[in-house]
């Protein structure tokens, strides 16, 4: 079974993916383009978001573990700049001053994350690991704007699969409906689960095909309700609502997918 991204790896590609918004940014026409995907927001609106955003994040790990809520950007902090070469510059400031923070305090450190319900631990490392997909999915978002969309980068989106799931797909709270069972399948040879009850909503990675047997800590596959599939990136991009669901191979008889996607337990 192939495992998670290390500390290192997460860090490389928050700044290979960082660099890569930078480059779109770079070559817009100009910085009032609309983005697509983010209707409300100019390409600057969005690159303030993702500036401010990494800012308050590195506050918030420098905060410590005893944090009981994300921290703003520091008072002070230099605002997102209009022109262009110094909006780059305080993009990659607003990058770095996150990754010194992760570094500084490891992966294993606990820090304040707002998914306290689901099987993601609130530790440092998982946050690094979901900075990283907020930022892969956002440099898409910047690529459109500028007509040059990427798919995202295997090792990335793969990850991105694993993390929304355990993220966002799983919760202590009940589940409301009847007992239900939904897989996700990358092209890329790589499975998930979702099994959702009235003990909330789990999910684990399913074993590779070549594998003889689950380990004990692996779900044995069994019947499902529903299951999309696609490229990791179409289901990372899907999952964020930045293509339809229906352009990848879904098969959801009892309309178990369509109620999961309604549902919005408590994080």
């Keep these: 079974m192939q495992e998670n991204?290390?500390?290192?790896?997460?860090?490389?590609?928050?700044?290979?993916?960082?660099?890569?918004?930078?480059?779109?940014?770079?070559?817009?026409?100009?910085?009032?383009?609309?983005?697509?995907?983010?209707?409300?927001?100019?390409?600057?609106?969005?690159?303030?978001?993702?500036?401010?955003?990494?800012?308050?994040?590195?506050?918030?790990?420098?905060?410590?573990?005893?944090?009981?809520?994300?921290?703003?950007?520091?008072?002070?902090?230099?605002?997102?700049p209009r022109e262009r070469e110094a909006l780059l510059g305080w993009l990659a400031e607003s990058t770095q001053l996150m990754l010194d923070a992760l570094r500084e305090a490891g992966p294993d450190r606990g820090c304040w994350a707002w998914w306290g319900n689901s099987q993601s631990p609130q530790t440092c490392g998982a946050v690094a690991r979901h900075q990283l997909h907020e930022i892969a999915v956002h440099t898409y978002d910047a690529q459109l704007a500028v007509g040059a969309p990427e798919s995202l980068p295997e090792e990335v989106a793969l990850d991105g699969v694993e993390e929304f799931i355990f993220t966002l797909c799983t919760t202590t709270e009940a589940w409301p409906y009847e007992p239900a069972v939904i897989e996700y399948h990358a092209a890329e040879g790589r499975?998930?689960?979702?099994?959702?009850?009235?003990?909330?909503?789990?999910?684990?990675?399913?074993?590779?095909?070549?594998?003889?047997?689950?380990t004990a800590t692996e779900e044995v596959p069994g019947a499902t309700d529903a299951s999309i599939e696609g490229s990791a990136s179409e289901l990372v991009l899907a999952f964020y609502g930045r293509i339809p669901l229906d352009s990848l191979k879904l098969d959801d008889s009892r309309g178990v997918f369509d109620q999961f996607v309604a549902w919005e337990p408590e994080q």
Excluded: M
């Design 191 to 214: 499975s998930w689960r979702n099994w959702l009850s009235g003990d909330g909503a789990r999910a684990a990675r399913l074993p590779a095909p070549a594998t003889p047997a689950a």
């Design 5 to 80: 991204l290390d500390f290192p790896d997460l860090l490389r590609l928050i700044d290979e993916r960082s660099t890569a918004f930078r480059t779109a940014v770079a070559s817009a026409p100009d910085l009032g383009v609309r983005v697509p995907t983010c209707p409300e927001w100019t390409l600057f609106d969005l690159a303030q978001h993702l500036g401010e955003g990494r800012r308050a994040w590195a506050a918030t790990i420098d905060a410590g573990p005893d944090a009981s809520a994300k921290a703003p950007a520091p008072q002070g902090d230099a605002a997102a």
